[in-house]
């Protein structure tokens, strides 16, 4: 009886591992609902703990059916910084805090510091929250994150270099829902049912 025990719980390890390591199969797609005040948009925070570069953000975005998170109200940016205000998604570094990527950018040529801001899923670009100073352009800075100033995590933004420092996370926006995250978990929860079953 032991040792059928063992079995099964080591398939389910087995079968939980395979879960994790699809990066697509996450179930934490969350609908800011407009009984809430909200767009009826889902969001998505993925945290990087090695950190990623914002095109790379960008790529995973969309790899997950989304894009990179648009900021349009002060309500949405509450909303979507409630989503990332914990450790694993900021960089403390210098005394300063810097938070996952979001999707703003500055196309090449524009007025410095803060000219040409734009959202990359084209919406306008009729609300900000910089923290004070911000934008600065400090060494070719023209991507978008959640930032402080100091070391507690705050809703306002800064403009970094898309490169720079190694950000460890990012939010992904939809206006729909993502069918193929909710597909890729339903595969490997029957795969994990088939494993437990064949074990007993």
Same mark, same amino acid.
């Given at each position: 009886?032991?040792?059928?025990?063992?079995?099964?719980?080591?398939?389910?390890?087995?079968?939980?591992?395979?879960?994790?390591?699809?990066?697509?199969?996450?179930?934490?797609?969350?609908?800011?609902?407009?009984?809430?005040?909200?767009?009826?948009?889902?969001?998505?925070?993925?945290?990087?703990?090695?950190?990623?570069?914002?095109?790379?953000?960008?790529?995973?975005?969309?790899?997950?059916?989304?894009?990179?998170?648009?900021?349009?109200?002060?309500?949405?940016?509450?909303?979507?910084?409630?989503?990332?205000? @914990?450790? +694993?998604? %900021?960089?403390?570094?210098?005394? =300063?805090?810097?938070? $996952?990527?979001?999707? /703003?950018? *500055?196309?090449?040529?524009?007025?410095?510091?803060?000219?040409?801001?734009?959202?990359? @899923?084209? +919406?306008? %670009?009729?609300?900000?929250?910089? =923290?004070?100073?911000? $934008?600065?352009?400090? /060494?070719? *800075?023209?991507?978008?994150?959640?930032?402080?100033?100091?070391?507690?995590?705050?809703?306002?933004?800064?403009?970094?270099?898309?490169?720079?420092?190694?950000?460890?996370?990012?939010?992904?926006?939809?206006?729909?829902?993502?069918?193929?995250?909710?597909?890729?978990?339903?595969?490997?929860?029957?795969?994990?049912?088939?494993?437990?079953?064949?074990?007993?």
């Amino acid at each position: 009886m032991e040792r059928r025990m063992r079995k099964v719980s080591v398939s389910v390890l087995a079968g939980a591992s395979c879960l994790v390591a699809l990066p697509a199969a996450r179930a934490d797609w969350i609908q800011w609902s407009s009984s809430q005040g909200g767009n009826d948009h889902f969001y998505n925070a993925v945290s990087v703990p090695g950190g990623l570069t914002w095109q790379e953000a960008r790529v995973g975005a969309e790899s997950l059916g989304g894009y990179l998170v648009t900021l349009t109200s002060e309500a949405e940016n509450t909303f979507v910084f409630g989503l990332v205000d @914990s450790p +694993e998604f %900021w960089f403390p570094s210098g005394g =300063h805090n810097h938070g $996952p990527w979001l999707g /703003g950018l *500055q196309p090449p040529g524009s007025p410095e510091p803060g000219g040409g801001w734009e959202w990359m @899923s084209g +919406e306008p %670009w009729d609300y900000t929250n910089w =923290h004070p100073a911000q $934008p600065d352009n400090d /060494g070719d *800075q023209d991507r978008l994150i959640f930032y402080s100033s100091d070391m507690f995590r705050a809703a306002t933004w800064d403009d970094l270099g898309g490169s720079q420092v190694p950000i460890r996370g990012y939010v992904v926006e939809s206006a729909v829902p993502v069918p193929g995250t909710l597909a890729l978990m339903s595969v490997g929860l029957v795969a994990l049912k088939r494993r437990t079953r064949a074990a007993s």
